[in-house]
C-alpha cells in the first residue's frame, strides 16, 4: 500500500536516508499522517501535534512542512503512538491512533508495537511485509479539536544577555538564563576554558595552607570554632587576629594542624564569604526586616524589626539557592512573626566564593527584596455566624466567640458580629450593614458546604463578592471561601469559614487569615501551595504554629 505520493518501498528508502534505519514505527507514521491528512479539507493550512517522541515526529517532517523548528509541529509526550492534524487558526482536525484491537490481525506486527519479543527474535522481513500489506488498516481515526493553548507560536520576545554565562537569551526567563539558574544538563569541562561552575564543579580558591606551628604572628582568614560537647561552641580564633603563642597552642588541643597562608591570598576573581554574604543580605531584607553587621563565618541572620507577617518571594529564594557555595534558609511564608524574632538566615559556604558563583546569586536575588515583614494592616472585622438553628436558639452560637478570639489576637477590634438564617437575603442584608459600619473584614461561618440548606455563598454574591476562591487543599477547611466585597464604594475582605472550626482549633482560615489582614493578594496558586503540609495530624493536644500544619 503506497504512503501518499510513495510505494512503500521509496517511502522505505526515504526513511532510511532521513532516520539512519527504516524503523517500523517511521513506516507506520507515514501511513498515519497521510490518514489525517486526506481527512482535512482541501486547501487546509494545518498544523501537527504528536504524542510520542519516538519516529513518529520524523514522519511528520517527510511528508508535511510542520516541523519542531518551525513550531508547526508540537510534541507532547503522552506516551501514546498518536499524531493530530489540525487547522492552525481553528484547531479543527484529526487525530490518528494505533488501534490494539484492529493490530491483532497482524501476529509480527503485533508482537514488535506491543514490545512481546525481544528484538533479535523478531522477524524483520514478515514485520516489514505485515507493515506494508496493513497499510491503515491498523488505524483508527476521530475529530478533535485542539486546545486552544496550543493555537500560534510562542514568540521568544526580548532577548537579553545572561550575566553570568555572557549568552543571549530569552529575557522571560528571568535575571539569568534557564541553565545558569541550574537547569543546564551538563557539566562544563575546565580544560576546554570553561571553568565548570554552570554544572556544579566544586571551586574552591587557591589558598596555600601552613603548619600551625608556623603560623605564629600570622592572620587569621576565617573564624575557628571550638566545640565542648555538651557545653560550649563558638569561635577559638576570630577572623582578623594575629595568631599569638597561646592561639596555637589551643588549636592543636582542638585538633587544627594547619592554619591558611595570609601572605597568598586569591585574586580578585575571589570574594570572601564575609563580603558576599554581606552583598547578599542588602538585597535579601526588605521593609520590617533587619540584620547586624560584621557578618560572622560568612554567616547573616535576619530578624523582623516589627511584629507582623513575614512575606518571602518563593521564587526567588529558590533561584538564589540554585546557585552553587550560597544558601538562604526562612521560616515558613505567610507565619506571623513576633518584633525582634530570628525569621532567617543566609551565608556564603566556602570561606571564598567565585566572582561567577558570586555574580549568579546576586542576579538570582533580582531587584526586590527576598525578605519581608508586613504590618497587619486590616483592623476592623464583622463577624456574621449563619444557621436557622442558631438563630432560632435550637443551638448554642460558639463562633462568634472563637473567631472573635482569632482576630483580637491579631489586632483587630471586632466592631459587629450578627447572627441570621440560613436566608440569602438576610445574609446580604447583614454584610451590607457591617460595611456600612466600616468592617474592612468579615468573617462568615458556615453554611459553606453542598447542603441544599447552605446559602452563605450565594448571600455573599447578592452583598457584593468578587475574585471568590471557594475550596484549598486543606484538612480541616477544604470548604473555605475568601475573596472582595464590593458595596457603594466600599471594598472590604471576606473569608466563609465551614464548620469544621467548630470542632478544631486549627482550620484553614488560621492559615489565610495573616495573609488577609496584611493586606496580600490570595490567589489559586497560593491555595494549591498549602496542599503540602495541608493534612493536619489532629493531635490530642494542638500546638500550632509550632507544628507542620499548613507548612
Given at each position: 500500500?503506497?504512503?501518499?505520493?510513495?510505494?512503500?518501498?521509496?517511502?522505505?528508502?526515504?526513511?532510511?536516508?532521513?532516520?539512519?534505519?527504516?524503523?517500523?514505527?517511521?513506516?507506520?507514521?507515514?501511513?498515519?499522517?497521510?490518514?489525517?491528512?486526506?481527512?482535512?479539507?482541501?486547501?487546509?493550512?494545518?498544523?501537527?501535534?504528536?504524542?510520542?517522541?519516538?519516529?513518529?515526529?520524523?514522519?511528520?517532517?517527510?511528508?508535511?512542512?510542520?516541523?519542531?523548528?518551525?513550531?508547526?509541529?508540537?510534541?507532547?509526550?503522552?506516551?501514546?503512538?498518536?499524531?493530530?492534524?489540525?487547522?492552525?487558526?481553528?484547531?479543527?482536525?484529526?487525530?490518528?491512533?494505533?488501534?490494539?484491537?484492529?493490530?491483532?490481525?497482524?501476529?509480527?506486527?503485533?508482537?514488535?508495537?506491543?514490545?512481546?519479543?525481544?528484538?533479535?527474535?523478531?522477524?524483520?522481513?514478515?514485520?516489514?511485509?505485515?507493515?506494508?500489506?496493513?497499510?491503515?488498516?491498523?488505524?483508527?481515526?476521530?475529530?478533535?479539536?485542539?486546545?486552544?493553548?496550543?493555537?500560534?507560536?510562542?514568540?521568544?520576545?526580548?532577548?537579553?544577555?545572561?550575566?553570568?554565562?555572557?549568552?543571549?537569551?530569552?529575557?522571560?526567563?528571568?535575571?539569568?538564563?534557564?541553565?545558569?539558574?541550574?537547569?543546564?544538563?551538563?557539566?562544563?569541562d575546565a580544560r576546554e576554558g570553561g571553568s565548570g561552575a554552570a554544572g556544579g564543579v566544586l571551586e574552591r580558591?587557591?589558598?596555600?595552607?601552613?603548619?600551625?606551628?608556623?603560623?605564629?604572628?600570622?592572620?587569621?582568614?576565617?573564624?575557628?570554632?571550638?566545640?565542648?560537647?555538651?557545653?560550649?561552641?563558638?569561635?577559638?580564633?576570630?577572623?582578623?587576629?594575629?595568631?599569638?603563642?597561646?592561639?596555637?597552642?589551643?588549636?592543636?588541643?582542638?585538633?587544627?594542624?594547619?592554619?591558611?597562608?595570609?601572605?597568598?591570598?586569591?585574586?580578585?576573581?575571589?570574594?570572601?564569604?564575609?563580603?558576599?554574604?554581606?552583598?547578599?543580605?542588602?538585597?535579601?531584607?526588605?521593609?520590617?526586616?533587619?540584620?547586624?553587621?560584621?557578618?560572622?563565618?560568612?554567616?547573616?541572620?535576619?530578624?523582623?524589626?516589627?511584629?507582623?507577617?513575614?512575606?518571602?518571594?518563593?521564587?526567588?529564594?529558590?533561584?538564589?539557592?540554585?546557585?552553587?557555595?550560597?544558601?538562604?534558609?526562612?521560616?515558613?511564608?505567610?507565619?506571623?512573626?513576633?518584633?525582634?524574632?530570628?525569621?532567617?538566615?543566609?551565608?556564603?559556604?566556602?570561606?571564598?566564593?567565585?566572582?561567577?558563583h558570586f555574580s549568579r546569586a546576586l542576579t538570582a536575588l533580582g531587584d526586590s527584596p527576598v525578605l519581608s515583614?508586613?504590618?497587619?494592616?486590616?483592623?476592623?472585622?464583622?463577624?456574621?455566624?449563619?444557621?436557622?438553628?442558631?438563630?432560632?436558639?435550637?443551638?448554642?452560637?460558639?463562633?462568634?466567640?472563637?473567631?472573635?478570639?482569632?482576630?483580637?489576637?491579631?489586632?483587630?477590634?471586632?466592631?459587629?458580629?450578627?447572627?441570621?438564617?440560613?436566608?440569602?437575603?438576610?445574609?446580604?442584608?447583614?454584610?451590607?450593614?457591617?460595611?456600612?459600619?466600616?468592617?474592612?473584614?468579615?468573617?462568615?461561618?458556615?453554611?459553606?458546604?453542598?447542603?441544599?440548606?447552605?446559602?452563605?455563598?450565594?448571600?455573599?454574591?447578592?452583598?457584593?463578592?468578587?475574585?471568590?476562591?471557594?475550596?484549598?487543599?486543606?484538612?480541616?477547611?477544604?470548604?473555605?471561601?475568601?475573596?472582595?466585597?464590593?458595596?457603594?464604594?466600599?471594598?472590604?475582605r471576606v473569608i466563609g469559614v465551614p464548620a469544621c472550626a467548630l470542632y478544631y482549633k486549627t482550620t484553614g482560615?488560621?492559615?489565610?487569615?495573616?495573609?488577609?489582614?496584611?493586606?496580600?493578594?490570595?490567589?489559586?496558586?497560593?491555595?494549591?501551595?498549602?496542599?503540602?503540609?495541608?493534612?493536619?495530624?489532629?493531635?490530642?493536644?494542638?500546638?500550632?504554629?509550632?507544628?507542620?500544619?499548613?507548612?
Amino acid at each position: 500500500m503506497n504512503i501518499g505520493k510513495y510505494t512503500f518501498e521509496e517511502f522505505k528508502e526515504l526513511a532510511a536516508a532521513f532516520h539512519s534505519y527504516p524503523a517500523p514505527g517511521l513506516l507506520l507514521g507515514g501511513y498515519m499522517v497521510e490518514m489525517a491528512r486526506r481527512h482535512l479539507p482541501e486547501g487546509t493550512l494545518f498544523e501537527a501535534m504528536v504524542e510520542s517522541a519516538k519516529c513518529l515526529p520524523d514522519a511528520v517532517q517527510l511528508l508535511t512542512l510542520c516541523s519542531t523548528g518551525n513550531q508547526w509541529m508540537k510534541v507532547v509526550p503522552l506516551g501514546r503512538y498518536a499524531v493530530s492534524l489540525y487547522d492552525k487558526y481553528t484547531g479543527e482536525g484529526y487525530r490518528v491512533y494505533v488501534d490494539a484491537a484492529k493490530l491483532k490481525a497482524w501476529p509480527e506486527y503485533y508482537a514488535w508495537f506491543m514490545k512481546l519479543r525481544p528484538k533479535a527474535e523478531q522477524d524483520s522481513d514478515q514485520l516489514f511485509r505485515e507493515i506494508e500489506e496493513a497499510g491503515e488498516s491498523v488505524c483508527s481515526i476521530q475529530a478533535v479539536r485542539i486546545d486552544p493553548k496550543h493555537l500560534g507560536h510562542a514568540h521568544m520576545g526580548e532577548v537579553g544577555v545572561c550575566p553570568v554565562c555572557g549568552e543571549p537569551y530569552p529575557s522571560r526567563d528571568g535575571g539569568i538564563c534557564r541553565g545558569c539558574q541550574g537547569e543546564a544538563p551538563y557539566v562544563v569541562d575546565a580544560r576546554e576554558g570553561g571553568s565548570g561552575a554552570a554544572g556544579g564543579v566544586l571551586e574552591r580558591a587557591p589558598l596555600r595552607v601552613v603548619p600551625v606551628e608556623d603560623a605564629y604572628g600570622r592572620t587569621a582568614l576565617h573564624d575557628m570554632t571550638e566545640i565542648i560537647p555538651d557545653e560550649a561552641k563558638g569561635p577559638a580564633v576570630l577572623a582578623g587576629q594575629t595568631l599569638e603563642a597561646g592561639d596555637l597552642c589551643r588549636l592543636q588541643r582542638m585538633g587544627k594542624f594547619h592554619v591558611y597562608d595570609d601572605s597568598a591570598l586569591p585574586g580578585s576573581e575571589w570574594v570572601h564569604e564575609n563580603d558576599a554574604v554581606q552583598a547578599f543580605a542588602a538585597r535579601m531584607a526588605g521593609q520590617g526586616v533587619e540584620y547586624d553587621l560584621p557578618p560572622r563565618e560568612g554567616k547573616i541572620n535576619f530578624r523582623a524589626a516589627r511584629t507582623g507577617m513575614l512575606s518571602i518571594d518563593l521564587e526567588a529564594l529558590e533561584r538564589f539557592n540554585l546557585v552553587p557555595d550560597v544558601m538562604l534558609a526562612t521560616r515558613h511564608h505567610a507565619a506571623v512573626v513576633e518584633e525582634g524574632r530570628l525569621i532567617a538566615g543566609s551565608r556564603a559556604i566556602p570561606l571564598y566564593l567565585s566572582q561567577e558563583h558570586f555574580s549568579r546569586a546576586l542576579t538570582a536575588l533580582g531587584d526586590s527584596p527576598v525578605l519581608s515583614v508586613l504590618p497587619l494592616k486590616v483592623k476592623k472585622a464583622a463577624v456574621l455566624v449563619t444557621g436557622t438553628e442558631v438563630f432560632q436558639g435550637l443551638i448554642e452560637d460558639r463562633f462568634i466567640p472563637i473567631v472573635t478570639g482569632k482576630l483580637m489576637g491579631l489586632g483587630c477590634e471586632v466592631v459587629s458580629s450578627s447572627i441570621v438564617p440560613d436566608d440569602r437575603e438576610a445574609i446580604a442584608q447583614a454584610v451590607r450593614g457591617f460595611l456600612e459600619q466600616g468592617a474592612e473584614l468579615v468573617v462568615t461561618t458556615a453554611g459553606m458546604s453542598v447542603d441544599p440548606d447552605d446559602v452563605t455563598r450565594a448571600g455573599l454574591v447578592d452583598a457584593g463578592l468578587t475574585d471568590a476562591l471557594y475550596g484549598m487543599p486543606v484538612l480541616p477547611g477544604t470548604m473555605t471561601l475568601v475573596g472582595r466585597l464590593r458595596h457603594n464604594g466600599t471594598v472590604a475582605r471576606v473569608i466563609g469559614v465551614p464548620a469544621c472550626a467548630l470542632y478544631y482549633k486549627t482550620t484553614g482560615f488560621d492559615l489565610l487569615l495573616p495573609r488577609l489582614l496584611a493586606g496580600c493578594d490570595v490567589t489559586r496558586r497560593d491555595l494549591a501551595r498549602l496542599a503540602e503540609g495541608g493534612f493536619c495530624h489532629n493531635c490530642k493536644t494542638c500546638t500550632w504554629p509550632k507544628c507542620p500544619f499548613g507548612k
